[in-house]
């Protein structure tokens, strides 16, 4: 595959710390960004269009063109590359992006993402349908879930696999759905269909993971998908979309909005800091996208607004973790005091995950008590810093009923009652 434009990276500094880098020429919108290493990434975007980078986004090639169909998804799979996009378009790379084979797919549906477990067996979605191979894409078998649109699928291993859809009952009644799969894609059951809209991405990081979608949902897990719950629950008219959402560690990720917006949490999505918005930019941005190659380089991109009808791809990237040097929205949520959070899911069965935030460092004993007041178990018992925290406590050898889980602090001391209900 030849290397028609080599992409010379300038920038300029927004104050908080995410850099715009500027183009050469325009490009059409970008739709994913993904590395598969520290120094080698694609971008994918509409008519086609591939960038790729060999010195971790210092500089992008463009690849020649082998399509005009728009490219919306990117997965990699034991060094392989995977991309998809509309009319059926499915195509890998073997060799780092360099060059790409068709791979056959006999469906004209649009497709909104990908996701191989091994170099046979992958998923694709797209409309009303989820469609899977066992032989590297030589034949694929399709399930169709009438009324409802696709748009992200996500497993964790051969079996257990995941897939998020809009199910449509009527005009403008319509739920936010997430299905599982616990056979490899046998059969799909819902977990969760919830009045609202699209959800765009899947994200796991260990048992960690991460829905989000239109309305700044966002679903959380911590025992590999088993149960899902909001953090921060959402409620009209709140009516922001969340496009792309990255994890470096069960804690600390960034998710990007479409109003111009990149926002971080350091506590497992109970709160968002603004790191960059429209006051930065002075422009109308889509950011489709977000990744980190660590904790302090990361790129977004997408799209940004031309005219009234056209659009063009953007890149922006941070070395530093995109910290904000000024505090540019009040509505950004950083309240480091001491504070033990209510238990979620609540009541549970038999796992539940309970986070807490300390103003500076100290002794942390988090313990659970019965409501005699013996103690159960010490759940954490350490000099911990200033910062955000969440533990598991796992109740499979306790009985049914109300008990206390208390959090001291040097001089701080909070209790709260959880429910377990077998």
Known sequence: MRTLILIFIFTFNLCAQWFEVVLPQTYPVFNKIKFINDD????????????????????????????????????????????????????ESTNLGISWNSISFQFQTNLSDIFFIDTLNGYVVGENSIFKTTNKGGNWTRQTFDNNLFQAVYFINKDTGFATSLRIFSPGNFHSAIYKTTNGG??????????????????????????????????????????????????????????????????????????????????????????LSRLDLNKAVFLNSIVFKDSNNGFAVGSQRINSTDFAGIIFKTTNGGITSVNEDQSSIRDFQYKLHQNYPNPFNPITAISYQIKEQGLVQLKVYN????????????????????????????????????????????????????
């Open 371 to 422: 409501l005699l007041g013996q103690e159960i178990v010490t759940l954490i018992n350490a000099v911990q810093p200033a910062g955000n925290y969440e533990t598991l406590f796992d109740a499979s050898n306790l009985p049914s009923g109300v008990y206390i889980y208390s959090l001291r602090v040097n001089d701080f001391v909070q209790n709260n009652k959880m429910t377990l209900l077998k």
């Open 186 to 275: 046998v059969d799909w059951f819902i977990q969760i269909s919830t009045p609202g809209e699209e959800l765009y991405e899947i994200y796991f990081i260990d048992s960690v993971g991460y829905i989000i979608g239109e309305h700044e949902k966002v679903f959380r897990t911590t025992n590999y998908g088993s149960n899902w719950y909001e953090p921060h629950p959402t409620t009209p008219p709140r009516t922001e979309s969340f496009f792309s959402t990255f994890f470096i560690d069960s804690l600390t990720g960034w998710i990007t909005g479409d109003v111009e917006k990149i926002y971080k949490t350091s506590n497992g999505a109970l709160s968002w800091d603004i790191q």
């Open 40 to 91: 080698v990434a694609i971008i994918v975007g509409d008519s086609g269009t591939i960038l790729r980078t060999t010195d971790g986004g210092l500089n992008w090639n463009k690849l020649l063109n082998i399509t005009s169909k728009n490219l919306k998804s990117i997965n990699i799979a034991q060094n392989i590359f995977y991309v998809c996009g509309d009319s059926g378009f499915i195509i």
